[in-house]
């Protein structure tokens, strides 16, 4: 998974408080994917950004929750108010582009405990 | 959600080839299959992937049917190192995200 880079690797929070997980894309990517993955289940989707837009983000929870990608530095997903609900492994992918054909290269992820 | 069905576990002896099978019988013209495997504790790592000619890379050899429903995956020398949840996917044709669904749990046997 070199390339793709996340921080924090691990990050605990109270309930209540915010969260912020940083996201550095491949060099060259331009789109940058968030998903969640809860304990024994698989990636969920919950975004999908391209610099300074977002393109989808039919994954994310109403409330609490947002991302951005910003034109220089990397993308942030923030999730405000953290519930012990929100505690699982947070994943950024990156791809040159969004078409058919190119494979999403992921980064380690960011494991979010909230306590 | 998922356009893939995969077994749930398998294991395989080590040095010999692993074939992990797939089927994507909804799959359209345009929808690619991808493979990545997920160790613990660490992100999905990309393997393969194709659309309707047979692939191979350093990894893995994909074997895509000629009518496109299904496909396998292939380590043709397993190691210790290959246990791994192994996760088919089909993008859907327009969309941006991958569905992970829960995939073949590949437990490699020394």
């Known amino acids: 998974n070199a390339g793709v880079m996340q921080n924090p690797r691990h990050l605990v929070r109270r309930r209540g408080q915010e969260a912020r997980l940083r996201c550095s894309p491949m060099?060259?990517?331009?789109?940058v994917y968030w998903y969640r993955q809860l304990p024994e289940e698989g990636l969920k989707f919950m975004v999908y950004?391209?610099?300074?837009?977002?393109?989808?983000e039919s994954g994310m929870p109403k409330e609490r929750f947002s991302a951005e990608f910003p034109k220089e530095g990397p993308s942030i997903l923030r999730i405000q108010q953290v519930v012990r609900g929100d505690s699982a492994a947070y994943f950024c992918?990156?791809?040159?582009?969004?078409?058919?054909?190119?494979?999403?290269?992921f980064g380690d992820g960011t494991r979010l405990s909230i306590l | 959600d998922a356009k893939t069905t995969q077994p749930t576990s398998m294991d395989c002896a080590e040095g010999r080839a692993a074939n992990l099978p797939c089927n994507h019988s909804?799959?359209?013209?345009?929808?690619?299959v991808y493979w990545y495997r997920q160790i613990h504790s660490q992100g999905p790592q990309y393997i393969i992937h194709?659309?309707?000619n047979n692939e191979t890379n350093e990894m893995a050899s994909l074997i895509i049917t000629e009518d496109r429903k299904s496909s396998t995956l292939i380590l043709p020398h397993a190691t210790l190192r290959d246990t791994a949840v192994y996760y088919c996917?089909?993008?859907?044709?327009?969309?941006?995200?991958?569905?992970f669904g829960t995939g073949t749990s590949l437990t490699v046997i020394p």
């Open positions: 996917i089909v993008r859907v044709d327009g969309g941006n995200q991958f569905y």
């Open positions: 194709g659309l309707k």
């Open positions: 950004l391209q610099k300074e837009n977002i393109i989808d």
């Open positions: 992918a990156s791809s040159p582009y969004g078409g058919q054909g190119k494979p999403q290269h």
């Open positions: 909804t799959i359209s013209g345009n929808e690619y």
């Open positions: 060099k060259g990517h331009s789109h």
